[in-house]
């Protein structure tokens, strides 16, 4: 489930990101806004995942929240995301997860989701939905920071 987030009202921060040529330097100024501002939903997750984590077990949920950045088809696009590591299942082609912090918490999605027989209990969906102005304000903030920071080393 993938969520897109369009920001309107930043002409300010438009004109100078005009100003500023250097497209690798742009998406740099944009991917270090968009993973502060990520940060926010990845320590509310990691919150989440303590209270439901099962102390009766090694697996810690919250250790294995992580932000990261992903990959862009379209060029320019910025793509910051929100995960547990350890993905969801493993066959023949996965990767090892025996030394992730939080032990083998594959089973987080049938937490997040629930099943035929468990009732779901939502930890990552909340920590955006719940935070999500929030984020927004974070980004702008941190954005149009590192911005002026670029653009008054050029003057």
Do not use: C
Not at 49 to 75: L, M, W
Not at 83 to 108: E, F
């Amino acid at each position: 489930m993938a969520t897109r987030i369009h920001v309107d009202g930043l002409d300010e921060v438009s004109r100078k990101l005009k100003m500023l040529s250097d497209q690798k330097k742009a998406k740099s100024l944009t991917r270090k806004a968009a993973r502060r501002a990520m940060n926010v939903v990845r320590d509310a997750a990691r919150e989440n995942a303590r209270a439901i984590d099962d102390p009766e077990t090694r697996a810690r949920i919250f250790k294995n929240i992580v932000t990261q950045s992903g990959r862009s088809y379209g060029g320019y696009d910025v793509v910051m995301r929100v995960g547990v590591r350890g993905g969801a299942s493993s066959n023949q082609h996965s990767v090892d997860i025996s030394g992730l912090s939080g032990g083998d918490t594959r089973h987080w999605r049938y937490i997040e989701f629930g099943t035929e027989y468990i009732p779901a209990v939502p930890f990552m969906r909340p920590a955006l939905f719940n935070n999500m102005q929030k984020v927004l304000d974070t980004f702008a903030i941190e954005f149009n920071t590192e911005l002026s920071k670029v653009l008054s080393e050029r003057i």
